[in-house]
């Protein structure tokens, strides 16, 4: 069972960028179709941006493209969001998630098999 681990978030001003990483084990990311999700106080849980295995489908949610930038390193086991341009409405804490439905790109959180647990970004006005 893969175990994943996020970094990268903090507080940061409106228009500035941040770097989220997901580091895994126990499991080559490779093999999971890759999310990001997030959830701002008092609202539910939404997808952000993932990737299928292959990489051939990429997905973001409206509010981020343009702005975010989901990768995958391999040969570090590690799952990247850059955020761009960010905005207060982008605060949220913001988790990683793997699917073992491995070859689409999921915006159904309930799709995720294994979940961090969770940084926190927060950018002020």
């Known amino acids: 069972q893969v175990q994943l681990v996020e970094s990268g978030g903090g507080l940061v001003q409106t228009g500035g960028s941040l770097r989220l990483s997901c580091v895994a084990s126990g499991g080559t990311l490779n093999t999971y179709a890759m999310a990001w999700l997030r959830q701002a106080p008092g609202k539910e849980r939404e997808f952000v941006a993932g990737?299928?295995?292959?990489?051939?489908?990429?997905k973001y949610t409206d509010s981020v493209k343009g702005r975010f930038t989901i990768s995958r390193d391999n040969a570090k086991n590690t799952l990247y969001l850059e955020m761009n341009s960010l905005k207060p409405e982008d605060t949220a804490v913001y988790f990683c998630?793997?699917?073992?439905?491995?070859?689409?790109?999921?915006?159904?959180?309930?799709?995720?098999?294994?979940w961090g647990q969770g940084t926190q970004v927060t950018v002020s006005s």
């Open positions: 990737l299928s295995r292959t990489e051939v489908i990429v």
């Open positions: 998630a793997a699917s073992r439905f491995s070859g689409y790109v999921s915006f159904a959180t309930n799709d995720y098999n294994y």
